[in-house]
């Protein structure tokens, strides 16, 4: 049976409380929080808040730019909310891809090797401290905090696949001219390869649009126009979602069957049918 997390962003106090207990309320396996500073709220902060609202919601950012995040005080956030949680953190880290986040800490922003080399240095650095390694208090509730990685670089994807407990896939390549946009990756040919770089690794897939819709083609069409992608290849892959229940049901069961894949994250912009059904 698929499961669905909701990344979302703080607006308003009453706002972002009410998310999280309706999130947990609908049966959402997690609520996320992306990490971009300076561009979108504190995920550690907002987490927080939403941990004093619930009780099962697993919590963590997705996913944070290691390429600007000190290990020490990475796992000091990601602590300090396993203990507020109740033990319900989890590390979510990536390796970044805005310049303007390099930038804004005095750095330019390293090539893809750069940037895979040091996201696997901060991971590691990251793991040992959460682990008791430099990091004193506080400690995790967890033994363990689960270590999501998300990205599509083979090399850290093969990282991944040894070392991580779940994959975060976005199908999103190369960063185009604005720093923020990205090609989309989601031929199935371009999903069978990451899936079997990942190995037996649990992945998830971000969900760019889910739409409960009497006219499931009509939404594949236009989002295959405005995302440039072969529409054949949106309606076989994981990153978007338009028909009926039963349809979407389908497509879930058929993503399983050829990819293995269960668990799925939304954005709240994507979720408003999730909400409603």
């Known amino acids: 049976m698929a499961t669905f997390s909701l990344q979302a962003q703080p607006t308003t106090a009453a706002a972002w409380l009410d998310l999280a207990r309706e999130a947990e309320r609908l049966g959402f396996d997690a609520l996320t929080v992306a990490d971009h500073p ?5 995920p550690f902060v907002a ?6 609202v619930t009780s099962r919601l697993r919590l963590g950012s997705y996913v944070s730019n290691a390429g600007v995040r000190e290990p020490i005080l990475l796992a000091s956030d990601v602590a300090t909310l396993d203990v507020v949680s ?7 880290l990536g390796a970044g891809h805005t310049p303007s986040e390099w930038e804004a800490i005095g750095k330019t922003r390293p090539d893809v090797r750069g940037r895979i080399d040091h996201c696997i240095a901060v991971v590691e650095a990251t793991t040992r401290l959460l682990a008791g390694d430099g990091l004193d208090k506080p400690r995790p509730v967890q033994a363990k905090v689960p270590l999501l990685i998300g990205g599509g670089n083979t090399r850290l994807l093969r990282w991944a696949a040894r070392n991580a407990d779940r994959i975060g896939l976005s199908g999103l390549g190369r960063t185009l001219a604005d720093g923020h ?11 069978d390869a990451q899936v079997e770089l990942c190995g ?16 499931g083609g009509a939404g594949y069409a236009a989002y295959a126009k405005e995302a440039e992608v072969e529409e054949s290849d949106l309606i076989a892959g994981p990153y978007a979602f338009f028909g009926t229940k039963g349809e979407i049901s389908a497509k879930l069961a058929e993503i399983e069957r050829r990819w293995g894949m269960t668990h799925f994250a939304v954005r709240t912009t994507a979720a408003a049918e999730v909400f409603r059904s």
């Open 181 to 191: 946009t990205h090609e989309a990756r989601w031929s199935t040919a371009e999903i």
């Open 38 to 42: 300076g561009a979108c709220a504190s």
């Open 200 to 215: 037996d690794t649990p992945t998830e897939a971000l969900v760019q649009r889910f739409e409960i819709t009497d006219d």
């Open 86 to 92: 109740g033990g319900r953190a989890f590390l979510g």
């Open 47 to 52: 987490l927080a808040a939403a941990a004093a």
